[in-house]
């Protein structure tokens, strides 16, 4: 699947503002989009408020989801979450 900017900026899904201006927070969340839409992420068992304007560690992988203090995520665990490509 081909990925351009248009479907990663600004990182949601819904047409949200986003209030971003941490540049670790930006990546990661360039991250975690990239993540989604290269692994059929609208098909995921699990997307509740994945790629929302709310902070990324409150998406509804939330459960699966080691935060820092900071805000960035130390751990992920997508295990059984219908992921798909290699």
Request: aromatic share 14%; net charge negative.
């Amino acid at each position: 699947m081909f990925l351009d900017m248009q479907h990663l900026m600004p990182f949601s899904r819904y047409g949200d503002e986003l209030f971003v201006t941490n540049k670790d927070k930006i990546r990661q969340r360039f991250v975690l989009a990239t993540l989604y839409f290269s692994t059929n992420g609208e098909n995921w068992y699990n997307s509740t408020d994945y790629l929302t304007s709310k902070d990324e560690c409150d998406w509804g992988l939330s459960d699966y989801t080691t935060c820092s203090i900071d805000g960035l995520i130390t751990e992920l665990k997508l295990t059984d979450n219908n992921l798909v490509g290699t």
